[in-house]
DNA sequence: CTATTAAAAGACAAAAAGGTCTTTTAATAT
DNA sequence: ATATTAAAAGACCTTTTTGTCTTTTAATAG
């Protein structure tokens, strides 16, 4: 989705094969997922000629975990380190404070940064894309 | 194994039934699993009467990095944020940085912690096992 | 209107993970 | 020795994840 952002940034609206090849996933496996996100209305597709992939202007900013908790829950940013049903305050595991630690910063992570943001500092600062190698022109 | 480990400190040899009612996990999984620890080298069992399972004590002082390593891979301590084979210093992806600051705490944590470290915490602080709710008798 | 392009839909299939059960082996206690 | 206990081994099954392919639908260009 970040990918997606960079190029429609440019102008562009990238299409399976191109994302495919940049994530370095399968053509058909990368396509039934993009199925999904458009289905669960964080991408949105045109089809036919110039066609392919592109972000709602609304969807844009929202936070990674939003999307990350619909599509595959939000044990990453409440459960316990060890996996334990039982683990809380009261009742914490080995593990419970420090990795706590841990949770909170990749809570704070995945909430301040968005789509947008980061495909934004991709092409602002000097950073490639991280996809593929191609070089970035910088802005000066 | 570290719920093994704190059970060995007392003396004790937990069973399979022990350990899967513990962590909350099914009898035969739970069986399989440390079937596979054996024969890793992590753990040594007692078959017959009063047999169980118990922690080498060459074994019960290696970080949890090592255990993690050999179970499941290196890609939680050296891996990509976005799970991109490509991404490293010279082809940052775009959550490379901040990804890089959580990564770090986990291998520190990982590395810092071992079997006894945790089983050691939980017996000495005022902190339950995490696993069951039984209450732990402070030392004072 | 027709050809072309590209995603959507859905059927399949392979591989991995998760889970269950039976039989065998190795301890211990009597 | 024998009975009992408990893990080891391995067969088997279910579910989820990953991956592939064909057909259909929708968009655009000419």
Do not use: W
């Not at 592109?54 to 599509?71: G, Q, T, V």
């Amino acid at each position: 989705m970040v990918y997606i952002q960079i190029q429609n940034l440019k102008g562009k609206r990238p299409g399976v094969a191109e994302i495919a090849h940049e994530i370095e996933a399968p053509f058909y496996y990368t396509a039934k997922i993009f199925q999904r996100l458009v289905k669960q209305g964080f991408v949105r597709s045109l089809k036919g000629k110039g066609g392919g992939f592109f972000l709602d202007p609304e969807k844009k900013d929202l936070p990674l975990k939003e999307i990350i908790i619909a599509i595959e829950g939000d044990e990453l940013f409440i459960g316990c380190g060890f996996g334990l049903k039982n683990c809380d305050e009261n009742n914490p595991c080995p593990l419970h404070h420090q990795y706590g630690l841990i949770r909170n910063d990749i809570n704070q992570l995945v909430t301040s940064e968005t789509i947008q943001s980061l495909a934004l500092s991709s092409l602002t600062n000097y950073v490639s894309l991280g996809f593929s190698r191609e070089k970035t022109e910088r802005k000066s």
